[in-house]
């Protein structure tokens, strides 16, 4: 297998006055050279810091180039990158620091402002943090009492020119790549509610994501991407960064909410080769821009026509979606979630280069995928190199079971987390995947329902319903709640508890109005609540009494 370490020996010393790295719209821009020089003099930043290989470094922050550069200085230095979503609330990010064993926290500004309004989250409550170093400029924002060393990335500069006297040139690019197993991500897929599950994958995982993206989606350089994702989540940080970077593609961050009018600007500048989203961007456009204009009475009947207009009319819709889009698109890939069918159905009708894929954080994040013209409708595509794919059931073909997978993706568990870690394979070693499908005769993938219940977020964040529910149960007025998702947003649903003494004391819309401003004031904007909805009765519940929330929509 080819390290991921290798791409970047190659591509870097290559390509080095080529750009690479840029924040859309901003000041920072990186090419292949600069963000190599950018790589050791990090390197040399983080020992000046008392980092050892080996040490935890937290990654926090919105997407920006100097996410990225910080990423792959950690990774070649020899460190373990812990990445943590900048929206977790403060408590969330101090347990998480502090369950990860985290060294040192490169931060965003915005991240450092909120955790700062309660100092102890930085300095009483993370005892073995040495330093806290803004991703910005990499200026050091807090040092341990008692082992202040450097103040900035500037301070070792001198350090740099004693180590690289002739200047650093594209003969001194040779990272790494004998450590296909050792660890290089713990990732957290959620924040503290019960034991963190902090994903453990190896460089092998990462480079077997990487090599099933060079197979599938081949990329170049000079072709340009968007990058709109979390990087803090394994699919915007395998499928935005780490493997257009690889192929030597222009990387643009958007640095900012990724709202429809941003994006569509931003596609328009750009022209990316590929884009990596959810179904819910391709989803509204298609229901606001498209199906009004083809869901006309006469136009159905046109747009079947095997010949003369039909093509015609299906050729420009394809054409004004490809325009849409910046007009070089060779891959528009879907993940997370499954699309909408009549969407589906009209991207196949149009010959649209989209592709579903499927993955989890735990598989690096890619477990199923294919090339783009070979994709079958309503199926996730099919193993990925280095991946086994079964169902767990004696009619794989027919009859629905667990997806289990193994192999070079997968992850080696949850960190300091034996329990979970137990509870995620089977005792032959599968990883199971809590998702029901089948798998065809050709070995497509179809996913027919999900034991788990996670939501995924418009901008690709996972959202985890019980975490929500845990903290609206606490309220006031409240028996019991299920947290479901209706066109994009995210609705309570409650069954009041009408014993309770505040239930008589105020009418019950009032109670419930207040507990929704309670409760958003304590989620992260991702995952708020959008409104509060009453139930007359009970929630249906299993024999062990858990709530069936399946028949919850």
């Known amino acids: 297998m080819k390290h991921l370490f290798e791409y970047y020996n190659e591509i870097f010393p290559a390509h080095w006055d080529e750009p690479a790295l840029t924040d859309y719209n901003g000041t920072t821009e990186y090419t292949f050279g600069s963000l190599a020089r950018q790589l050791a003099r990090l390197g040399l930043f983080f020992k000046s810091l008392g980092i050892e290989k080996g040490d935890k470094i937290a990654l926090c922050g919105r997407n920006c ?40 926290l490169i931060v965003g500004p915005y991240v450092w402002q909120q955790c700062t309004k309660d100092a102890s989250v930085i300095r009483e409550s993370v005892p073995q943090l040495k330093a806290v170093v803004s991703m910005t400029d990499f200026n050091v924002l807090y040092q341990r009492s008692g082992e202040v060393r450097v103040n900035g990335i500037e301070d070792i500069d001198s350090l740099f020119k004693q180590t690289y006297p002739n200047g650093f040139t594209p003969a001194d690019v040779h990272y790494r790549t004998d450590n296909l197993d050792d660890l290089l991500l713990i990732n957290y897929t959620s924040g503290s509610t019960g034991s963190p599950k902090g994903v453990m994958l190896t460089y092998r995982s990462l480079s077997g994501n990487m090599r099933a993206g060079h197979q599938f989606l081949p990329n170049k350089p000079g072709q340009t991407l968007v990058s709109m994702l979390p990087l ?28 429809p009018t941003l994006l569509m600007k931003a596609f328009a500048e750009v022209k990316p080769y590929m884009i990596v989203t959810v179904p819910l961007v391709i989803e509204k456009i298609c229901k606001k821009s498209v199906f009004p204009v083809i869901n006309g009475k006469y136009m159905r009947r046109l747009w079947r026509a095997p010949f003369g207009i039909g093509p015609i009319i299906r050729r420009k819709v394809k054409n004004k979606l490809m325009a849409a889009f910046g007009g070089q698109l060779k891959y528009f ?6 699309v909408n069918p009549d969407v589906e159905n009209l991207l196949m009708d149009i010959h649209f280069p989209f592709i579903v894929g499927y993955g989890m954080t735990e598989c690096g994040p890619l477990i199923g995928g294919c090339y783009v013209y070979e994709f079958k409708a309503g199926s996730a595509g099919h193993a990925l190199p280095g991946n086994e794919v079964r169902i767990d059931s ?12 193994r192999g070079d993706h997968v992850m080696t568990g949850y960190y300091k987390n034996e ?33 788990k219940s996670m939501i995924l977020g418009a901008s690709g964040q996972n959202i985890y319903p019980e975490e929500i529910e845990d903290k609206l149960n606490n309220m006031d007025g409240v028996a019991e709640s299920v947290v479901v998702e209706r066109e994009g947003k995210l609705v309570a649903l409650v069954f ?19 507990n929704l401003q309670k409760l958003n004031d304590l989620l992260p904007k991702y995952s708020q609540i959008a409104k509060v909805e009453l139930q007359d009765k009970e929630f249906e519940k299993t024999p062990k009494k858990s709530i069936k929330r399946f028949l919850y929509k």
């Open 65 to 104: 180039a100097n996410w990225g550069v910080s990423y792959l200085a950690i990774a070649a230095y020899g460190g373990v990158v812990v990445s943590i979503l900048q929206d977790f609330t403060p408590d969330d990010i101090k347990q998480l620091i502090n369950h990860s064993d985290t060294k040192l």
């Open 232 to 259: 803090a989540h394994m699919f915007g940080q395998l499928a935005e960064f780490l493997f257009p970077l690889s192929g030597g593609c222009h990387i643009y961050f958007l640095t900012k909410t990724p709202t």
């Open 333 to 338: 890939i879907v993940g997370g979630a499954a």
């Open 394 to 405: 004696d009619d794989p073909l027919n009859k629905v079971g667990e997806i289990l997978v």
């Open 419 to 451: 329990e979970g870690t137990r509870a995620a394979f089977t005792q032959d070693g599968w990883l199971r995947t809590g998702d029901l499908g089948l798998i065809d005769k050709k070995g497509n993938i179809y996913i027919k329902g999900r034991n």
């Open 496 to 514: 009041p508890d009408m014993q309770g003494e505040l239930t008589f004391r105020k009418p019950l819309a009032e109670l419930m109005r207040e």
